[in-house]
């Protein structure tokens, strides 16, 4: 099946031992589960055979997500999580066990990835390089040098939309014996399936673009053969486990996931088209600009004619009050601190998603006190471009 068809179908309409089917997934709230035959349970626990036992181990409803999520990205299974952050600890986590601790990471990734790094990850032992992702040479010297035991990334970069060389970045890790993990959350399975392309795990925040109505705090890992069984066993240690009502709105949202991020994408190059003719406006980031510095990887690694939907500019002269001048202006675009949703949000990184980092290792990065973040909703293109150009008027 397409990808339309897997994210309407996928893990729903389980047939009930007395033979009728719900149409969709149910809410199952049990925290705990009984079997009428103790050696059936005895079975569950050890994995011999399916059920369930504890809610932490997982529910019939995180069942039913994590297995529409595999199917969009093609991988061996699934986990979902508390948060998209909580998903990616877990990843990092899997692939460092009985590997060295050293972690690989790109120099550009959302501020609290780069948090969680340096201020989690460092503190408990393990040594975190950073590397510019966007230099191949760079990565290939950084991985002979460090040796790491994971490489972490991200499709399209957050929140300057670079798009590194995932095939190339990948074969390299592989060769080095170093699971890749990739946050694919800007691209979504439409775009790019890092597994496809070698990865190891593809992290996503349900919270954006697969659930994509701004209503649910969730994450998922979709794992290669290797890795899925030591992402589930440590799962059910931890136990960032996502709760059955946010797995059950996270499914209702990928059934239109595909739909919605057709129109985002559209709306985007119509968005990104306007603004890069906008006296106001210093500087664009979008894929589809023909001189994007990373041209190359666009065409090899996206759908022709689809560039996501997040775009970033820089305002012409503006400091912090003056992008909060455009963003108190703003009538129809949300000012919020997230994206994907079906509304379009804009955002500030220097005072949220970046915030944590210093003024200093902002600017070495490329990040601005000018640049607004934009991601580009459902909406009429026409009433985004109006309200954009009313504030930028402001």
């Known amino acids: 099946m397409k990808l339309n068809s897997r994210a309407v179908h996928s893990g729903d309409r389980k047939r009930s031992a007395s033979g009728w089917t719900p149409v969709t997934t149910p809410i199952h709230l049990a925290s705990s589960y009984i079997y009428n035959d103790m050696e059936d349970l005895d079975k569950v626990f050890a994995r011999e055979m399916p059920g369930?036992?504890?809610g932490r181990y997982g529910t019939p409803?995180?069942?039913?997500?994590?297995?529409?999520?595999?199917?969009?990205?093609?991988?061996?299974g699934a986990l979902a999580c508390s948060s998209g952050m909580a998903a990616l600890h877990m990843a990092i986590n899997t692939a460092l066990i009985d590997r060295r601790r050293v972690v690989l990471a790109g120099k550009l990734l959302y501020g609290a990835t780069l948090g969680m790094l340096m201020k989690v990850f460092e503190p408990a032992g393990v040594e975190v390089v950073f590397a510019d992702f966007d230099d191949e040479n760079e990565v290939a010297a950084a991985i002979a040098e460090h040796r790491p035991g994971a490489i972490v990334m991200e499709t399209i970069v957050n929140p300057l939309l670079r798009v590194p060389a995932l095939d190339r970045i990948a074969k390299m890790a592989n060769e080095a014996k170093a699971p890749l993990i990739?946050?694919?959350?800007?691209?979504?399975?439409?775009?790019?399936?890092?597994?496809?392309?070698?990865?190891?795990?593809?992290?996503?925040?349900l919270t954006k673009y697969l659930s994509g109505h701004g209503d649910v705090l969730g994450g998922a890992v979709v794992a290669d053969a290797e890795h899925i069984e030591p992402l589930r066993n440590l799962s059910r240690t931890l136990g960032f486990t996502l709760g059955p009502f946010e797995c059950y709105l996270a499914m209702r949202g990928i059934k239109t996931f595909p739909?919605?991020?057709?129109r985002q994408c559209a709306n985007a190059c119509r968005v990104a088209s306007w603004l890069a003719t906008h006296p106001a406006v210093d500087r664009i980031y979008f894929p589809a600009d023909p001189k994007h510095p990373d041209a190359d990887n666009i065409k090899r690694l996206l759908p022709a004619g689809i560039y996501g939907a997040m775009v970033s500019f820089e305002v012409k002269g503006a400091d912090r009050a003056g992008i909060f001048r455009l963003m108190n202006a703003l009538q129809m675009v949300v000012p919020a601190t997230s994206l994907g949703d079906v509304h379009t949000m804009m955002l500030y990184p220097a005072m949220a998603s970046h915030r944590e980092l210093s003024p200093k290792h902002r600017e070495r990065l490329g990040i601005r006190d000018n640049l607004v973040r934009l991601s580009v909703g459902i909406e009429a293109a026409e009433?985004?471009?109006?309200?954009?150009?009313?504030?930028?008027k402001a």
């Not at 069942?63 to 969009?72: G, I, K, M, Q, W």
């Not at 009433?383 to 930028?392: C, E, F, G």
């Open 52 to 54: 369930q036992v504890y």
């Open 61 to 76: 409803t995180s069942d039913a997500l994590e297995e529409v999520v595999n199917e969009l990205e093609g991988g061996a």
């Open 182 to 205: 990739v946050d694919n959350t800007f691209a979504t399975p439409m775009l790019m399936r890092p597994l496809q392309h070698g990865a190891a795990m593809s992290v996503h925040s």
């Open 259 to 262: 739909l919605r991020m057709e």
């Open 383 to 392: 009433d985004i471009i109006a309200d954009l150009d009313r504030a930028l």
